[in-house]
């Protein structure tokens, strides 16, 4: 069975997606997109003969050959098409950020509740990155004992211009706060953000950024953000144990050796070191459709708790001051899930 | 357009190309198999209720439902079914040795020729693997000068017991003749063999060896074939230059540092190691039928080029001399292509 | 010239720098020990037939032969064996602490500063370590840009009974702050702890800790301690830069591959680690007594930064709140030293 | 007590040892030097009032104040000047080669024979770089099982315009043939050498080389060595075992992130890489002496067999031909020595 996906919002991020499900996975057809800009939406499907322009994310979410969403709009706008989908009873694959605020997570959560089985799958592609997985499969293995600190570099070669400095949060620390919680299985209950010097590149920012992050059981988490290591996108982690630690490894796939020395690559941008999970994660996101299984990824859920630390980093960012908080118990709904 | 595609051959990497095809791929569809035991066969497709098993290989590479072939099969049967699809006019993906014989080859090669176009790519998928890649670009950028020593190691952790000496040779290292005269774009002249004591594990094999080699340029190329590593599936390899040299970098996702040492992981089988590659290797067989471009990737004219390597250190292991030889030029058919 | 060094303090780093200096290095000779327990000091020269077990330090300090001493008692007795030296014009070599509280040591900087010239060096040896040298010479070269963050983690598999909670930052985390300010050729201006829950591993203790400090010039710097890593001695540490990053490598001397994996060893302990350091060190030490230069390495100075960084971050950790310090200017006989 | 040396042969490596007896080890003082230039020979005790410059080697040999000789003048020298030690009975530290003809290494054995206990030590300092010997202790600890091949590459950044193309083996892979020997424990019994295409550097030579040794009991070692690696001095191995292998790790210090990638450093020389080397080497015997126990290192007989293996290295090199040798039974004096 085919699933016939339509796609709203086709800047970088969604005409990836329209490129993966038409070229690089099985088992799915983009029928439908639609973009603030129609040029381009037509553009996205140039290739897909058989694919509709729709004026509007609503009308996209209706039309009846449209099987499943996946939501790759700006921000603002993926509470509105995520509500829509819900309402339609349609599966929807929402990039991050769900919303762009908890209050916005949280209607989303509500909804869903109602309907009453899970809908909605939010694009954490580092839950299906191999690396990632294998961290996750030490922890659990009981390998290195209980977790007691973790750190993470999130690393960003350069940032577009209308980056501004809560998006080192908002936009990039936000996945490490959901592949810690998803490494620990917990929940945060406090963030705090401490600021060195700024970067000569980009001093319009708070950049770099050490972002202090406690647990439920007391696990220390510290993000380093950069948005101008200028050298490429370095994403690195250890989660530090009772009995050892686990860290995630280079991953260049050759080693140059000359004019005095031995060298190898860094990914250039997170699309270069992330693209096999972002395939893994759209593959079996149709799968579990295709099987009628609804949802099976990062849930709404997932999205609230990654909101709920952003808006609390960002007002520690803002404050200065050390932000407690409570995510409170997941509805039934997502205590079933396995959070894979 | 979705190609339709037969699998002659469902054993156990026949099967791996009928889920890749069916579940991780874009473009393709599984319409036919057949295998010499048609209960394996049925099975294989237990999953898709539209293919249909045939009853032999001709008869599937007739069936006008299928537009392109895979032959999975034993290596012996590769020449018939191969010849068959020519005759037919049909693309066919070869898994390697495009034959067992270099004369065999040679009467694909003349078909092929016959037909004026290529039809025919051959199984070497480790052109399609990522480091490989990379290590082609560095050798082609001029970075580490001209070649002239080439190492390349190929660990198997165990052999089925099926395996008989020569086997390192026609199955393991065959992969690593294709590779290197793919790195080097040059031909091979000389082949000897190397053995030491046996390893206490598998006495009956030759194992393991070093196979020499020298390139018509004379690039030296020494391949390490081990039956018995027992550690794990490990394949290496660095290319010396004048100015430099590259090397196959570790592939272990995350390091764990607990009781004394820190480590990593060893790829368990070829099927883990080389999983993309196969992915990659396919997908872009498809995607050239897709576009009406024929085969693309490897050509008859490097399975003939692999097999008489081949021929050649079969000759070298069993009367201990350097065996010489001459691929003589390749039909204008292949020299057209860029060889990937 | 050999320089004829009494040692006061027979413990465990005590005794092996006499051995350092009998078996190891050129230029010196251990002449005179003392140590609170006298069969313990009577053992540690039981192969120096010449040298002389002295009742006390002050006895060893005044002994005419003696051309310098080495400090390696107890910290609380630092500060009187170390102002003994001063009072007999003798070159000292203390291991750290300088002395046990800033008070101490600024006393001991008033005594130096009286004397007009130093004679002080404190044992602060990772700054002769060929790592953390190497790592410098890229901060200093400007490849990576001004310092904007330094990592540091100083793991310990395992600690003393005697081991109390502030020992992690007065111990242990010591080495970080002063091998991070020389790194950084600046001065801290506040500390902070954070503490995630604890080991199992040594409940007793706050284990492990998470301090941060900022530089003058606004630098943030995290060092992670653990008293009970259990799985090795691991120092490791990264300075990033405006432009790029600096990090310690692994230091294990081989790979070996077996069972599924590949591993290398972490050092078992600090004398492992630091074996080198240590000797380069005291060579140092001893080549320039032997050239007439007086103390040339970690001086008075740095040992009081410590101390007051130190002081601050115990206070840090007792209280729970940022502490705010000024180290103020240096005494100008230690700007003109380079600080190695 | 203090070892009182004498040195023949005051050119780079003389001068090192003349350096690191005086100023980086314990135990010896340099008493005595000679060299083919005098003048050369004073300078390089320019800083040591109480050396002696002697006429000859065989005047400086026979100085009563001289306890023990370093020999580290030309090598067609070295039979006369071991010679000589001999018969004054007086240790010495020889420089590889023992001699430079098998023959003359043969008069040096029955010499030292015939006196009845070791006196000689050779250069082979490899045996006490610690990464050897952490590879030594894993292939006697048996967890990687009985040795079945080895492979070692011995990459030279350059070479000096004296050098010709059989030092390739008498100066390079010398140190590999011993070093692999040392490894095994196990004598060769045959050699020949592969030559690829020249490297554009260096044209007169024949480089870079593969050489192939086998021992007793059929391991399998190749050796690349290269005059002009350009890059750097890079030295390499690895041991594969029946069940794993133990390869020599990098020696970097530290890693550098920028502009893309990360990288670092190959040592520049012989001397950076081995400098602890020389210093453990030179430390263990003149300890040795100072306990009366006479040579213990590489001995008479392990400078033999390492001249037999080049020897036959260079005919085969010259004949093309596989040349196969056998080293014979060692004299009781050697078989009593642990190697060490």
């Known amino acids: 069975m085919t699933v016939r996906v339509g796609v709203v919002g086709t800047g970088m991020i969604g005409r990836d997606h329209v490129l993966r499900l038409s070229n690089v996975l099985a088992g799915a057809e983009v029928v439908a997109v639609t973009d603030v800009?129609?040029?381009?939406?037509?553009?996205?499907?140039?290739?897909?003969?058989?694919?509709?322009?729709?004026?509007?994310?609503?009308?996209?979410?209706?039309?009846?050959?449209?099987?499943?969403?996946?939501?790759?709009?700006?921000?603002p706008t993926h509470e509105e098409y995520v509500l829509a989908c819900l309402a339609a009873g349609k599966p929807v694959f929402c990039e991050k950020p769900l919303?762009?605020?908890?209050?916005?997570?949280?209607?989303?959560?509500?909804?869903?509740?109602?309907?009453?089985?899970?809908?909605?799958?939010?694009?954490?592609?580092?839950?299906?990155?191999?690396?990632?997985?294998?961290?996750?499969?030490?922890?659990?293995?009981?390998?290195?004992?209980?977790?007691?600190?973790?750190?993470?570099?999130?690393?960003?070669?350069?940032?577009?211009?209308?980056?501004?400095?809560?998006m080192a949060i908002t936009d990039s620390a936000v996945h490490d706060f959901d592949i810690v919680r998803w490494l620990l299985d917990e929940d945060f209950v406090s963030a705090s953000v401490l600021a060195p010097r700024r970067s000569r590149h980009g001093t319009d920012l708070q950049d770099p950024l050490l972002i202090i992050l406690r647990t439920d059981s007391g696990?220390?988490?510290?993000?380093?953000t950069s948005a101008n290591s200028r050298y490429g996108y370095d994403v690195g982690g250890e989660v530090v144990g009772e009995d050892g630690t686990v860290a995630l490894a280079d991953?260049?796939?050759?080693?140059?050796?000359?004019?005095?020395?031995?060298?190898?690559?860094?990914?250039?941008?997170?699309?270069?070191?992330?693209?096999?999970?972002?395939?893994?994660?759209?593959?079996?996101?149709?799968?579990?459709?295709?099987?009628?299984?609804?949802?099976?990824?990062?849930?709404?859920?997932?999205?609230?708790?990654?909101?709920?630390a952003s808006d609390a980093a960002v007002q520690a960012l803002r404050t200065g001051e050390t932000v407690e908080f409570r995510l409170g118990p997941a509805p039934a709904l997502y205590t079933d899930e396995s959070g894979r």
Chains 1, 2, 3, 4 share one sequence.
């Not at 996205?44 to 099987?67: F, I, K, T």
């Open 99 to 166: 919303a762009t605020s908890q209050e916005a997570c949280r209607r989303i959560l509500d909804a869903e509740v109602a309907v009453g089985h899970r809908l909605v799958q939010v694009g954490f592609m580092r839950r299906y990155d191999p690396a990632y997985r294998a961290m996750k499969d030490v922890v659990t293995s009981g390998a290195i004992g209980a977790p007691l600190l973790v750190h993470s570099r999130h690393r960003n070669p350069s940032v577009p211009s209308h980056y501004v400095r809560e």
């Open 251 to 308: 991953t260049n796939p050759v080693v140059v050796r000359r004019e005095g020395g031995f060298a190898g690559a860094v990914p250039a941008g997170w699309r270069e070191r992330f693209v096999r999970a972002y395939d893994v994660e759209l593959q079996a996101w149709v799968d579990a459709l295709a099987a009628g299984l609804g949802a099976t990824g990062p849930s709404s859920w997932d999205g609230y708790a990654a909101a709920v």
């Open 37 to 75: 800009d129609p040029v381009n939406a037509a553009a996205a499907v140039a290739d897909l003969p058989r694919a509709v322009v729709h004026p509007d994310g609503q009308a996209l979410v209706e039309a009846p050959d449209v099987d499943a969403v996946i939501v790759a709009s700006w921000g």
């Open 219 to 224: 696990v220390l988490v510290d993000v380093e």
